[in-house]
């Protein structure tokens, strides 16, 4: 029992009798509804209560014998579900162990095919080196520039077939309109006539592979002229 001090208007102390009891009776009342909704709703507690409900009659009523037949059976399910859940264990260890050499195969797979194109890739290089590689023992002793010349074009033709064969596309943008995601600005001019952006020189040229370009093309271009 707790005691509260209560002014009155008066300023007269009145005292106020507040029994504490309830407070902790309604507190206990919401918990047992709680815990009862608890039950209610998960059938595995239902379902021993109403095992337990069937062997206190059984003993009740005398018959033992039933009693055994009925722990019998229960420890016969429990053998069976034990069982059941060894194989579930057993059978998601193999499933884990196969996926994960799943995994390991499909990563060895990736390097070896990984592997493979950086292969062809090199070797279709390999045949541009070895021109070069002849064009400078050869003008180690001639200084012939016409066949300088020849060697020349023949391993840039030879080099431009290689780029061809692993579709690799040239990005030569002279003329025009300059795109970032293409080009590379190196500086602006005025140029009388020009339009603005347009790109009127290209320093060295882009290279593209599919949507993905590999070296934007190093271009000037053009500031329209105040002249215009």
């Known amino acids: 029992m707790v005691l509260y001090e209560k002014k009155s208007a008066e300023e007269e102390n009145e ?3 507040v029994d504490v009891s309830d407070f902790d009776d309604e507190e206990k009342e919401v918990e047992d509804a709680e815990e009862l909704e608890r039950v209610e709703k998960d059938p595995e507690i239902k379902e021993i209560e109403s095992l337990l409900d069937e062997i206190t009659k059984l003993i009740e ?3 033992t014998d039933d009693v055994l037949k009925r722990y019998s059976g229960l420890l016969h399910d429990l053998k069976e579900e034990t069982k059941m859940k060894d194989e579930y264990l057993n059978t998601a260890q193999v499933v884990q162990s196969d996926f994960e050499n799943y995994k390991k195969r499909v990563h060895k797979d990736q390097e070896w095919s990984n592997f493979q194109n950086k ?6 290089f390999l045949t541009t080196y070895e021109d070069i590689e002849r064009t400078a023992e050869m003008f180690d002793n001639h200084t012939d520039i016409k066949s ?4 020349l074009n023949l391993i840039y033709n030879n080099l431009k077939a290689v780029l061809e064969s692993l579709e690799i596309i040239v990005i030569n943008p002279l003329g025009e309109t300059f795109n970032p995601q293409f080009h590379e600005a190196v500086y602006v001019i005025d140029k009388e006539g020009a339009p603005n952006n347009q790109i009127v020189e290209v320093i060295s040229k882009g290279f593209q592979l599919g949507n993905i370009v590999l070296k934007p093309a190093r271009v000037v271009i053009a500031k329209k002229s105040t002249k215009d």
Do not use: N, V
Not at 119 to 124: C, E, L, N, S
Not at 148 to 151: E, G, K, P, T, V
């Open 61 to 63: 009523k005398g018959k």
């Open 148 to 151: 300088l010349h020849d060697a």
């Open 119 to 124: 292969q062809k890739i090199i070797q279709k």
């Open 15 to 17: 005292l106020i009798e």
